[in-house]
């Protein structure tokens, strides 16, 4: 059985009141444990994401990881073998929802 985890909140409409300091907007901690979704906030975790997986997509693939799923997902390679891993994937999860 499921625990329920109940209803998500929805996130402010307005920047939230955070104060002074260097946890101010547009910063890692206003988004994530604030919750603030103001413009600078959005702005900032966009550039932030982006940033992230352009550095994890530059490490090398380990050479025994090629045809896995989670290279093509956390490598961004894009070899045969990895592709047909994400098709496959894609295929069983189409399958099991389609049920």
Do not use: W
Not at 39 to 57: E, G, I, N, S
Not at 75 to 93: H, L, M, V
Request: hydrophobic content about 15%; proline content about 8%.
């Amino acid at each position: 059985m499921t625990p329920s985890t109940g209803p998500v909140p929805e996130p402010p409409g307005e920047p939230v009141e955070l104060g002074s300091g260097s946890k101010g907007h547009g910063t890692f901690y206003a988004y994530q444990v604030r919750k603030c979704r103001c413009t600078d906030c959005q702005t900032f975790m966009r550039r932030y994401a982006k940033r992230y997986t352009t550095r994890k997509r530059r490490r090398e693939v380990p050479e025994d990881a090629h045809g896995l799923v989670t290279t093509y997902n956390h490598y961004g390679c894009r070899c045969d073998p990895c592709k047909a891993a994400r098709r496959s994937y894609d295929q069983e999860r189409y399958e099991i929802r389609n049920r």
